[in-house]
């Protein structure tokens, strides 16, 4: 049991009364919010923490010895404790604290994978990435020659993991994959893909920013090399995210930012960086952010937890997907299960972005347009789709009010 | 169908949308620009033939949403035979009631009046008036430029 469920089952009213968002009017209507796939609404226990720092003590971290900034510094730290449960890392030191999944990838792709490959080389990623996903290997490709292979998606919209397997070769050096796809809500099969990557030894990335307010992650069962996400998909504020890394490899890794906070000491001869976490963690970070992804973080585990949220979900899932059957000309693209409740739909020849206005006048709020995946998009021959990402506050209501919306929409352009 | 959303999908704008005027690329054009919506992937071409400062022949295509599509075809008929210092003058009226800066144009043009209050999708609406702009700048550039290369949007800005 916790604090807002009985019996496994959620109280979805009383949950809603903790994020002051959902009260609002959006253009006189009562606010439907379908994207949380861009990022979560904010419970208030996030809020109120981030509130909390700025007004009873406001200090940097890690530096100064008055009470103010112990403070600051041990809730900054707390976050780092409550992502290792979270992940279930081994070791609080595998956590370090960045602006997010992009971020993270970036530090990866220059201080990990750059100084390994070679013309020839090859990096793998999959065709259903989010080009935070894309663009930073590109990079490194046009940087250091070598390849970038995609493996395949399959006709539902899941990965074609057949090929995925028969793509690495003594070639690849790096994997990097997303564990849900953003714009479709199809989960990936990631245990299999770990497996097939430890077989070749070739180290593997998950992009979790889509999977962690959904799934259970635990790091060490599925033997992960790096893991990222963002802090405001998360329940959390924006600015703040995580790369998780095994030790080993974090150790070796050279810190891609100089300044303070990153060192032992400094003279103008030789500076010594600091130990794992701190070498990546140059500069005053958004200490209010930490302090939100942390309770971001309590939030999920202690208020809700992964049993309550995955039931709930699913059921939001079923129906939804029976209720979209209704409409007319309606065509989902990413119908492959397991998925979370993401829809990417297309409604006759209507473009996406009228379908966003006219939800957006009903106050349903969607998202339209290429979901920062193209090659995605483009292998499904559509520039643009109109994407509902439902999480743990949507209700049936929801559900009801995303159909009538499309039903309207459909009138209006018959 | 709520107000609100008649007032921007008025019926003006979903007929042009159905069936817009001057919708085709004009032969031997001598002025040409291709629109690119980065944001959305909204595609815009028009393409015009000008003699002695006047619009002999003015066409677009577009792969776009309604709005985009329903102004091209506006834009067609209002400035079709118009001279070119004319033109000029309609696009910056135009643009300056969609930023709610101006007064409000008569004829067809006046149904987009209402995307004022909608700043996100005024970059549609305003991408065919930008694409002939840099279509008058240019001359006949976009044969052989893959569409998107010339990127009018840059300049709409967030
Ligand atoms: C799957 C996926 N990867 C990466 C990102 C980028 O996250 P951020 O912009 O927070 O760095 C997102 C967010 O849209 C995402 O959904």
Known sequence: MSRFSRNGKLNIEELRK????????IRGKKLTYLDSGATTLKPLRVIEA?????????????????????????????????VKDFLNAGDEREIVLTSGTTAGINLVAKSFVKSRVKTGDEILITAME??????????????????????????????DVS???????????????????????????????????????????????????HEAVDVQSLDCDFLVFSGHKLFGPTGVGVLYGKMKHLEVMPPQMGGGDMIKSVSFEKTIYADVPAKFEAGTPDIAAV??????????????????IRAHEQELLVAAELALQDVPDLKILGTAHPKVPIFSM??????????????????????????????????????ATVRASFSIYNDQEDIKALVQGLRKTLEMFA | MSERASAIYQAVILNHNRSPKGYGVVPLATHEADGFNPICGDKVNVSAIIVKDKFVNLGFTAQSCALCRASASVMMEALADSTLSRAEEF???????????????????AAFE???????RAKCVLLPWRTLTEALKNGSTASGVPPGLTSVSTELGE
């Open chain 1, 18 to 25: 903790v994020f002051p968002v959902l009260s609002r009017q």
């Open chain 1, 50 to 82: 981030v509130d909390h720092y700025y007004r009873n003590g406001t200090a940097n971290i890690h530096r100064g010895v008055h009470l103010l900034s112990e403070e600051a510094t041990s809730r900054y730290e707390s976050t780092r404790t409550a």
């Open chain 1, 130 to 159: 989010h080009h935070a996903n894309i663009v930073p290997w590109q990079m490194l490709r046009d940087e250091t020659g070598c390849k970038l292979v995609v493996a395949p998606v399959l006709e539902d919209g899941s990965l």
């Open chain 1, 163 to 213: 090929a995925f397997k028969s793509l690495i070769t003594g070639r690849t050096k790096f994997i990097s994959c997303v564990w849900i796809s953003n714009a479709f809500g199809v989960i990936n099969p990631v245990k299999e893909m770990v497996h097939a990557a430890k077989s070749a030894g070739v180290p593997i990335m998950f992009d979790a920013a889509q999977a962690v307010a």
């Open chain 1, 291 to 308: 302090i939100g992804l942390g309770e971001g973080i309590r939030f999920v585990t202690e208020d809700l937890g992964f049993d309550v």
């Open chain 1, 346 to 383: 297309i409604l006759g020849k209507i473009h996406a972005h009228d379908v966003g206005t006219i939800l957006d006048l009903q106050g349903v709020a969607v998202r339209t347009g290429h979901h920062c995946a193209q090659p995605l998009l483009a292998r499904f021959g559509v520039p």
């Open chain 2, 91 to 109: 696009v910056s009226q135009f643009e300056n009631m969609i930023r709610g800066k101006g007064v409000v144009i008569k004829g067809d043009a």
């Open chain 2, 114 to 120: 209402a995307m004022r209050d909608y700043p996100a």
